[in-house]
């Protein structure tokens, strides 16, 4: 089959690979326009245009979707299918009902939970135990179309949402041939959602990312691992930004909330409002993502114990 590929994150790459591999003829990639980064704001490539560069893929980054320039390249193509995953626009519906076979989103969360911008991140600060990806027709309405196939996975204790982008990543590769092998078929039997049990999860917000020390040590510790790797969630200590990718529950009762209860090679033990959260992974100003351990090793005389993060 002809088919177009839209992504634009590191968690579309793996299923990229496998088209690229396969019999299928991978005819166009569309991909969102680079955006600026750092502290020069300089206009930065998203994974899969690399990708594409390094492996001579054709490829678009259309600002407006509703133009004759995309019409036009779809209709040259003449596409068998539109494969969306984690592309970061709302395909409008001229171009999604020009496939022969129509077009397919690959969504991580189990539909109709999680519609949205962030639902491997929001699942996490949730709590919730489990989640997926769920293979669907593309339809007007964010998230709404029926539901070719769904895949359900754990969300370990200490699951963070880089860790679980990499799971779905995974999953999703090695069932998307598959899919489109149903697809062509028509072996599929669309299952209609259950629109009354929808939720939906909000892309994340900058100023969410602070940590507050007052909530339950549950409640941090999901947030801390949702927020991994970004925005990443961070916390104040001797007016320093301090950046905190992984932390996981302790049993140990607050002392109070942000003190700093035990620093030592292999632990940093923060109260929260009931028991306290261990930090694991973290990064001072300019500095790389490091362990406890290394940070202790670079920061022991600038922690001080009975002190406060805020």
Avoid at 36 to 62: A, E, H, T, V, W
Avoid at 106 to 120: K, V
Wanted: glycine share 6%; hydrophobic share 35%; net charge positive.
């Amino acid at each position: 089959m002809k088919i177009i590929y839209a992504a634009t994150p590191e968690i579309s790459i793996s299923c990229l690979e496998k088209l690229l591999d396969s019999s299928h003829e991978l005819s166009l990639v569309l991909t969102m326009p680079d955006k600026p980064s750092g502290r020069g704001k300089k206009l930065m490539p998203g994974p899969i245009k690399k990708f594409c560069i390094d492996n001579s893929l054709q490829f678009m980054q259309p600002e407006n979707l509703n133009n004759f320039e995309l019409e036009n390249k779809f209709n040259e193509i003449n596409p068998d299918l539109l494969i969306v995953f984690a592309y970061g626009k709302i395909i409008p519906k001229k171009i999604f009902e020009l496939p022969a076979h129509g077009s397919i989103n690959i969504h991580t969360s189990i539909l109709p939970n999680y519609r949205g911008a962030a639902p491997i991140q929001r699942a996490i600060i949730n709590g919730e135990k489990s989640s997926g990806i769920t293979f669907m027709k593309l339809s007007e309405g964010l998230d709404e179309g029926p539901i070719l196939e769904c895949f359900e996975m754990a969300i370990e204790e200490e699951e963070t949402a880089g860790s679980l982008a990499k799971k779905m990543s995974k999953v999703a590769s090695n069932k998307i041939l598959q899919a489109i092998d149903n697809i062509e078929l028509n072996k599929f039997k669309l299952r209609e959602q259950d629109h009354s049990k929808a939720s939906y999860a909000e892309k994340l917000l900058k100023n969410e990312s602070c940590i507050n020390w007052d909530n339950k040590a549950e409640v941090i510790k999901n947030m801390i691992n949702g927020f991994s790797p970004n925005p990443c969630a961070y916390t104040t200590y001797k007016k320093e930004r301090i950046n905190i990718y992984k932390a996981r529950l302790n049993s140990t009762k607050s002392e109070g909330a942000g003190k700093i209860m035990e620093f030592s090679k292999n632990t940093l033990l923060v109260g929260a409002e009931d028991f306290s959260v261990e930090l694991l992974e973290l990064s001072r100003p300019g500095k790389r993502k490091i362990s406890v351990a290394d940070f202790y090793n670079g920061s022991r005389n600038f922690v001080n114990l009975g002190k406060y993060l805020t």
